[in-house]
């Protein structure tokens, strides 16, 4: 068992955005297990109240706990791509319905923030040519999605 688990609060949407993640990341990705709203908790009877799931091998918590905290980019959700196909199917699946941002961040239909991120970009912005890391930079932050290829043609 994980020492941490985060906990995403979201507006009666809990349990239809584990069973989208899921899908998305398929995998060592599960739904954990359901808790329901009792007669002592402040929300409708039988509703769904947490739900446990999995995700790539790391656990999470989707908790409805209502309206008042709705997500933001303070928190997001990196995704680590080995390659352009990777980057484009994870961009494509949890984008959709949502905003697609700069960077290789985008919010999907539920709000939660994520970043698809080739996991060659930390080299290419930490080459030891400064001119080299700048160039990737500049290129990273013209971009919506991220093209490996760009950046490294950069």
Known sequence: MQKITP???FDGQ????AE??????????RILGTTYYGDEAPGRKGSVLTVGFRLAGQDYMGLNG?????FTEAISLSVDCADQAEVDR???A?????????????K??????WQIVPNELPRLLADPDPAKAGRAM???LGMGKLDIQALRDA
């Open 7 to 9: 906990c995403l609060w």
């Open 14 to 17: 809990a349990e239809e955005a």
């Open 20 to 29: 989208h993640y899921v899908a998305i990341f398929g995998g060592d990705s």
């Open 66 to 70: 209502g309206p008042q905290f709705p």
């Open 90 to 92: 994870f961009w494509a």
């Open 94 to 106: 949890l984008s959709a319905g949502g905003e697609e941002g700069q960077c290789g961040w985008l």
């Open 108 to 113: 999907d239909k539920f709000g939660v923030s």
């Open 138 to 140: 500049k290129a990273m």
